[in-house]
C-alpha cells in the first residue's frame, strides 16, 4: 500500500508563493509517476500537474503554466509544488496523486490509484 500525505496550503495574497510537499509511504516510490490535482469550490477535480519516476518529463496544465513547478526527491520520497505568481483562481484543495501504471504519465483521475487527503491553499485578490 502506498499512503501519501500532504503540506504546506495555506492563505496567500495574490501574486504570492506556495510550497506544497507531498510525502510517500510505501515500498518503491521511485518507481510511481506522480501528479497533483486541485478541486476549487464548487468545481470538479482537475489535473495541475504531473512527473515520470525518474523526474523527467513534467506536464502542466494549461492553467498553471510558466506559474507552478513540480519536482519530485526520490531519495526523501517526497513530491514538491512551487506555485508562484497565484491568483484567487488557484483557490482550491490541491491533492498529491499516485499513477496506476509506470509506463505513461496520466492526466485523468482515474490514471491515478492513490491519493492524499488534500490541502487548502486560498489565494486572496
Known amino acids: 500500500q502506498v499512503q501519501l500525505v500532504e503540506s504546506g496550503g495555506g492563505l496567500v495574497q495574490a501574486g504570492g508563493s506556495l510550497r506544497l510537499s507531498c510525502a510517500v509511504f510505501?515500498?518503491?516510490?521511485?518507481?510511481?509517476?506522480m501528479g497533483w490535482f486541485r478541486q476549487g469550490p464548487g468545481k470538479e477535480r482537475e489535473f495541475v500537474a504531473a512527473?515520470?519516476?525518474?523526474?523527467?518529463?513534467?506536464d502542466y496544465a494549461d492553467s498553471v503554466k510558466g506559474r507552478f513547478t513540480i519536482s519530485r526527491d526520490n531519495a526523501k520520497n517526497m513530491v514538491y509544488l512551487q506555485m508562484n505568481s497565484l491568483k484567487p483562481e488557484d483557490t482550491a484543495v490541491y491533492y498529491c496523486?499516485?499513477?496506476?501504471?509506470?509506463?505513461?504519465?496520466?492526466?485523468?483521475?482515474?490514471?491515478?490509484?492513490?491519493w492524499g487527503q488534500g490541502t487548502q491553499v486560498t489565494v486572496s485578490s
Open positions: 496523486a499516485a499513477a496506476r501504471y509506470s509506463g505513461y504519465v496520466p492526466r485523468t483521475f482515474d490514471g491515478y490509484a492513490y
Open positions: 510505501g515500498r518503491s516510490f521511485s518507481s510511481y509517476n
Open positions: 512527473i515520470s519516476w525518474s523526474g523527467g518529463n513534467p
